[in-house]
């Protein structure tokens, strides 16, 4: 929550649903959050150098879309963060789940053939896009928004992983290639601490069973447990 000492501005009462901590109207009446509102100048600036360099280029559309999707996302939180007003809250936030949307199905759709669409998966996201649209606007509720948003953004996350892996793995010499294998890496973590569990188990056991363990390491690294009976008294 913002500070105690927040003065009035141009703006008039805070109205939105969220009021970050920097101090408001600190440096001039007519921007409530000044460098909340000035850092927006990233979304703004580059996106549309780069949606026109897009255009240049003649690339899909779908990039242009992004650029000035994150363009718009700028604007609104520009708005926002200089009036507080929920009116312009949505016009960060919900753009933030368009935008999102759209970066989806670029990453979905980098291996497809040039100037291919998928209705199915552009469907599922026009179709999300409303879902929330719809629910945030009934709620108001800025967890389930951070929800949603975060949802999309996992998902860019996974694909971006597998995007990079996979060429990782296409490209690097078959040995380099195991790295990649995550799978695989699961039998041998989960079997390795599953292994680890039973000794620690058996030592805690024969231990308290007076055996004596001992750890002993097989090559230098492979752990083991050698123990003794319990002597005769």
């Known amino acids: 929550m913002a500070p105690a000492v927040d003065r009035e501005g141009y703006w008039g009462p805070t109205t939105s649903t969220l009021d970050w901590c920097e101090e408001n109207y600190a440096l001039t009446q007519f921007v409530a959050e000044f460098w909340n509102t000035v850092s927006n100048l990233i979304m703004i600036v580059p996106p549309i150098f780069g949606a026109i360099q897009s255009i240049r280029d003649r690339l899909e559309k779908r990039y242009i879309a992004a650029y000035l999707a994150l363009t718009v996302v700028g604007m609104g939180s520009w ?11 949505l016009l960060d936030e919900l753009p933030m789940i368009y935008s999102c949307c759209i970066f989806v199905y670029c990453m979905f759709e980098c291996f497809k053939t040039k100037s291919s669409i998928n209705y199915h998966l552009l469907f599922t996201l026009v179709l999300f896009s409303l879902i929330v649209t719809m629910i945030y606007l009934k709620v108001k509720e ?4 951070q929800v949603m948003y975060g949802m999309l953004v996992f998902t860019l996350v996974l694909r971006s992983i597998y995007i990079v892996t996979w ?19 699961w039998h041998i973590l989960t079997g390795l601490g599953s292994y680890l569990h039973i000794l620690f188990s058996l030592y805690t056991r024969t231990l308290y069973l007076k055996y004596r363990p001992k750890v002993k390491f097989l090559f230098g690294m492979w752990p083991v447990i050698m123990f003794e009976p319990p002597r005769k008294h």
Do not use: D, S
Not at 79 to 89: A, N
Not at 142 to 145: A, E
């Open 79 to 89: 708005c926002f963060h200089m009036t507080l007003k929920y009116e312009m809250q």
């Open 142 to 145: 800025p967890i389930f928004h």
């Open 167 to 185: 060429n990782f793995r296409k490209r690097a010499p078959p040995i380099l290639g195991v790295a990649t294998q995550f799978h695989a890496w």
